[in-house]
């Protein structure tokens, strides 16, 4: 069965620093673009940034300079470093990942989600 499954979550003070992993678990031949989201209570899930096949990337104005998306595709494994953190990034994290099974056969997967509290 595959999977993505995130870890890394948990409570810091404002000013630290954390890194979510979310990595594809079963039979895949890679991972091909992948992003990270996050909702917080009583809000809408939004784009917190994301990571194309080709290595180009694009944040959310909120986390520009302070988080860092990136990958491992040895290990099928998409990082967020997070760091400055701000008791505003307070969320439960999603992973989202467009996972390839085939030349051309992709599909789109979501994480169970890892929740990131700030405390300031």
């Known amino acids: 069965q595959v999977r993505l499954v995130e870890s890394g979550g948990g409570l810091v003070q404002a000013g630290g620093s954390l890194r979510l992993s979310c990595a594809a678990s079963g039979s895949i031949l890679g991972i091909n673009a992948a992003g990270w989201y996050r909702q917080a209570p009583g809000k809408q899930r939004e784009l917190v940034a994301r990571l194309s096949s080709g290595g180009s990337t694009n944040y959310a104005d909120s986390v520009k300079g302070r988080f860092t998306i990136s990958r491992d595709n040895a290990k099928n494994t998409v990082y967020l470093q997070m760091n400055s953190l701000k008791p505003e990034d307070t969320a439960v994290y999603y992973c989202?990942?467009?996972?390839?099974?085939?030349?051309?056969?992709?599909?789109?997967?979501w994480g169970q989600g890892t929740q990131v509290t700030v405390s300031s």
């Open positions: 989202n990942a467009d996972l390839q099974f085939g030349p051309i056969k992709y599909y789109d997967y």
